[in-house]
C-alpha cells in the first residue's frame, strides 16, 4: 500500500504521528466506452468551449458561477485556505460509539505510526480500548475539511470519514404516516421468521455475484465471440428475475418460515407447507373421485349382471315356446353383455339398458369379445338359468 496523505494525531499536548492509507479498495471489473461499429476506444477530451481548443489538464482552474459572475480560483489560491494546509487530525470529543450513525460513515483510512517510537500511537489506541469510545476528529484531505471517527480494527488504528450532517438528507414519505395495523399473529410469524435465520455475520461468505458472472460473461465471450449464447453461458435467461408482488402478507411469512424450517418443524406442528399442501390438495383430490368413480363402476357392474340375470330367465321363459333351449343361452350372452357395458358407462341407466338389449343388436356380441371380464361374470348366471328351465 502506498501512504496518500502524513499528519499527526492532536491528542491533548500529545503528537501521534501517522501515515494515511486506503482501508477499502474496488474490486469490480473495470470497463471502458467503445464505438460499436468497429470497436474503437470512446475517449474524453476536454475541450475550451470558446475557442474550441482541447486543454491540457495543467492549463485547467476550478470556478464558481453566481448570478451570471464567474470567479476563477487559482491551485495556488486554494492552496492558500488555512485548513488545507493542516496537517493535524484534531481529537475534539470522545464518544460511544452507539451515538454515530452508520450512514455518515463515509470512507476508511488505516492510519500506521510514522515515528520511530510508536508509544504515542499505543497509548492512545489503549486508552480507547480501556474507555470503550470512539474519538471524533476534525481534518483537511484533499481541499476538504472533513469529520472523521477514530476508532480500533485489529490493533490498528482506522480513521472513517464522516458525512457532515447537512449532507444526510431527511427520509420524508408520507406513505409511512398511514394508519397500519399490524396483528399479533404477523408479528408473531415475523419474529419467528428473523429468529429462524438469525446468526454470526461473516463477511467471508457473501459473494459478488455480478461480478463473478460478468467474470464468467468475459471469459465465455473471449472463447466463443460473437456466437455468444448468453441462456446458454448462465442456463437462465437473460434479464430474469422476480419481480413478483407480495399480496397476502400472512402466506408469504408462512412459505418463508416453512422454506426456512424444510416443512420440519410445520409437520410436527401439525402444518404443511402451503407449496406441499397445494400438490397433496390437488392428488387427493383427483384420487378420491377415481376411487368414487371405480365403486360406482364395481357396483353398476354388480347390480347390472343381477338384473341382466333376472331378465335372461324371463327372457328363457318367453321364448320356451317358440325356440329351443339352446336359442335362450346364446341370446344371453350378448344380453349379459351389452348390460355390463351400460352399467360401467352409466349407473342409472343401467336398469332399462340391461332388460332392452335382450337380443337386440348383434353389434353388442363384437363388443362382448373384448370385455372379456364383463362376460365371464354374466355367463355364469346365465349357465345355472339354463339348468333351471330343463325340468320346466
Known amino acids: 500500500m502506498r501512504a ?7 491528542f491533548g499536548l500529545v503528537n501521534v504521528p501517522v501515515k494515511v492509507y486506503s482501508a477499502t479498495e474496488d474490486h469490480d471489473i473495470s470497463l471502458h466506452q467503445v464505438h460499436n461499429a468497429d470497436g474503437g476506444r470512446i475517449r474524453y477530451q476536454r475541450r475550451c468551449e470558446v475557442c474550441g481548443e482541447v486543454v491540457d489538464y495543467s492549463d485547467i482552474e476550478k470556478a464558481f458561477e453566481e448570478d451570471g459572475r464567474t470567479v476563477v480560483l487559482s491551485k495556488d489560491e486554494l492552496k492558500s485556505i488555512p485548513a488545507e494546509n493542516s496537517h493535524e487530525i ?27 517510537s510508536p508509544k504515542a500511537y499505543v497509548l492512545l489506541r489503549r486508552a480507547l480500548e480501556d474507555t470503550d469510545r470512539v474519538a471524533i476528529v476534525q481534518f483537511a484531505l484533499r481541499e476538504k475539511t472533513r469529520l472523521g471517527a477514530l476508532r480500533i480494527k485489529d490493533d490498528v488504528l482506522v480513521l472513517q470519514s464522516l458525512l457532515w450532517p447537512d449532507e444526510v438528507r ?3 414519505f408520507p406513505s409511512l404516516d398511514a394508519d397500519i395495523r399490524i396483528s399479533s399473529q404477523e408479528r408473531d410469524m415475523s419474529a419467528a421468521l ?16 455480478y461480478q463473478v458472472q460478468l467474470r464468467q460473461l468475459i471469459d465465455a465471450k473471449l472463447e466463443q465471440g460473437e456466437s455468444l449464447d448468453t ?7 437473460a434479464g430474469e428475475g422476480g419481480k413478483g408482488e407480495v399480496i397476502d402478507l400472512m402466506e408469504a411469512l408462512k412459505r418463508s418460515l416453512d422454506r426456512k424450517r424444510g ?19 390437488a392428488e387427493d383430490g383427483e384420487a378420491k373421485p377415481a376411487r368414487k368413480a371405480a365403486g360406482s363402476r364395481a357396483a353398476a357392474s354388480k347390480t347390472s349382471d343381477s338384473r341382466t340375470t333376472a331378465s ?3 327372457a328363457a321363459k318367453t321364448s320356451a315356446s317358440r325356440t329351443a333351449a339352446k336359442t335362450g343361452t346364446d341370446d344371453a350372452k350378448p344380453a349379459a353383455t351389452s348390460a355390463a357395458k351400460s352399467g360401467t358407462s352409466r349407473t342409472t341407466a343401467s ?19 373384448t370385455k372379456s371380464t364383463g362376460t365371464r361374470t354374466a355367463e355364469k348366471p346365465a349357465a345355472k338359468t339354463t339348468r333351471a328351465r330343463k325340468p320346466a
Open 312 to 314: 335372461k330367465t324371463t
Open 4 to 10: 496518500i496523505w502524513k499528519g499527526a494525531i492532536a
Open 231 to 237: 441462456e446458454e453461458t448462465f442456463g437462465v435467461e
Open 170 to 172: 431527511e427520509a420524508n
Open 90 to 116: 484534531e481529537v475534539v470529543q470522545f464518544v460511544p460509539s452507539e451515538q454515530l450513525e452508520p450512514m455518515m460513515f463515509e470512507k476508511s483510512y488505516y492510519l500506521e505510526p510514522d515515528s520511530k
Open 351 to 369: 336398469k332399462s339398458s340391461a332388460s332392452k338389449s335382450t337380443a337386440s343388436k348383434s353389434a353388442a356380441s363384437k363388443t362382448a369379445d
Open 263 to 281: 416443512g420440519g418443524d410445520a409437520a410436527a406442528a401439525g402444518g404443511t407447507g402451503d407449496d406441499e399442501a397445494d400438490a397433496g390438495g
Open 194 to 209: 428473523v429468529e429462524s435465520m438469525a446468526a454470526d455475520f461473516d463477511p467471508a461468505s457473501f459473494t459478488d455475484e
